[in-house]
């Protein structure tokens, strides 16, 4: 009996050994399927040598130059405030005014000015100028934050109209102190 359980024992320390192996080479199995699937996803570093990529390069060029100054100019329009639940100032609820934007794009980036006019209300704490500090513009869109002179914050999101690609809507918030006072809605247009 003692023979048979000696041989027992060998298989079973025989099968953990193969069962250990298996399991010391799954982890780096695994981390090596990962890596391969990152891999795979980068685009080549290399280019074939053949008179294509530069027949290519000039259409990208021309689509460069178009996103280049694709916004700038001058665009005139309104913004429209919510009526926001516990807004700080509850008679601002639907104001209009008129706004104009000069933006000036070099590539993603967008500067330039921002004024305000009063419409059925004045402009928000009598801001009527403000900064484009931080502009930019991603698959189209254009997002801004522009900064006022008694220190709030107001983020321009609009994208071009799909019947005007002069025109731009979107919507806006404006932020003071760490917290929201006014968000609504805004359309512009290019006047030049």
Known sequence: ????????????????????????????????????GCATGEPPQYAPASAEPAAQATPAAESGDAQESGFTGLWEGTSTSSCMPLQPDARRCNAVVKITLQMFQKSSTLTGHYTCETGTMVCRDSNSSGTIADGKVREGSVGLRVMMPDGSSCLFNGRPSQDKQNKLTGTYFCMQGGGYIEQGRFQVERSY
């Open 1 to 36: 009996m003692i023979p048979q359980l000696a041989s027992r024992d060998k298989i079973f320390a025989h099968a953990q050994r193969k069962i250990s192996d298996k399991i010391s080479w799954w982890p780096a199995l695994a981390a090596l399927a990962m890596l391969y």
